[in-house]
């Protein structure tokens, strides 16, 4: 069946730091790929998202590119900040069901 | 992007009593409504895929007599948590999607405490 594998976490950094969360996946077909930002005691929020191989999806700074030859979906952003500080998951989406399928998650830390 | 609302966002009910969490799709017409239950500090696990005007489909594991859901209108699902037990306290999300290759959008969850 289909499975996100994401990077351990937890992930501390300082702020302004540069931000890399890996992420791959195993489907079978063309599934959409998503990060999703979970706040302490709060729902999910989508982050970005990427339907097909090559797409990039960014937003709030932050990007990750859909490689079909890796079978990844790394999370990236150039330099973060306090307000960062969330659980992020990867997460695919069989594009025929439509259900989503998560990671484990990675708790990210930013100290000022 | 489209809006799914859930209620209640925070209920506690005690030891054996039944619990009902509404998932309402706002702005379009969920075809499919998708059941997460999340465990503290752990992701997303789906319990349940409802159909409109069809039986529930129970990931493997998840009982059904326990989970009640209901999907009677194309903008609402119901999970209802029967006699429920301290073990059954998590985070419940819902989402809903209008169709299949669309996008799902999720519901802000609701934690749920049995005493």
């Known amino acids: 069946g289909d499975s996100v594998t994401q990077m351990e976490g937890p992930v501390t950094l300082s702020e302004e730091a540069f931000l890399t969360i890996n992420c791959t996946y195993t489907a079978t077909g063309y599934p959409s790929l998503f990060w999703y930002v979970q706040y302490p005691g709060e729902g999910l929020q989508l982050l970005l998202k990427a339907t097909k191989a090559d797409d990039k999806g960014s937003n709030k700074g932050f990007e990750a590119t859909y490689r079909k030859e890796t079978t990844s979906f790394h999370l990236e952003k150039g330099s973060v900040q306090v307000s960062d500080s969330a659980v992020y998951f990867c997460a695919l989406s069989d594009n025929n069901a439509g259900k989503s399928t998560f990671g484990d998650g990675t708790t990210l830390t930013v100290k000022p | 992007g489209a809006v799914v609302s859930q209620h209640p966002s925070r209920v506690i009910c005690k030891s054996g009593t039944s619990v009902k969490i509404e998932c309402r799709s706002l702005?379009?017409?969920?075809?499919?409504m998708f059941w997460y239950r999340q465990f503290p500090k752990q992701s997303l696990m789906l319990m349940a895929t409802s159909n409109e005007g069809s039986k529930a489909t129970y990931e493997q594991g998840v009982e059904k007599d326990k989970f009640l859901i209901n999907h009677a209108s194309l903008t609402l699902s119901t999970l209802t948590v029967t006699s429920a037990h301290p073990e059954d306290s998590s985070f419940y999300i819902c989402s809903g999607t209008p169709g299949h290759g669309d996008e799902a959008f999720f519901g802000q969850g609701t934690r749920l405490t049995v005493v």
């Open positions: 702005d379009f017409q969920a075809t499919t």
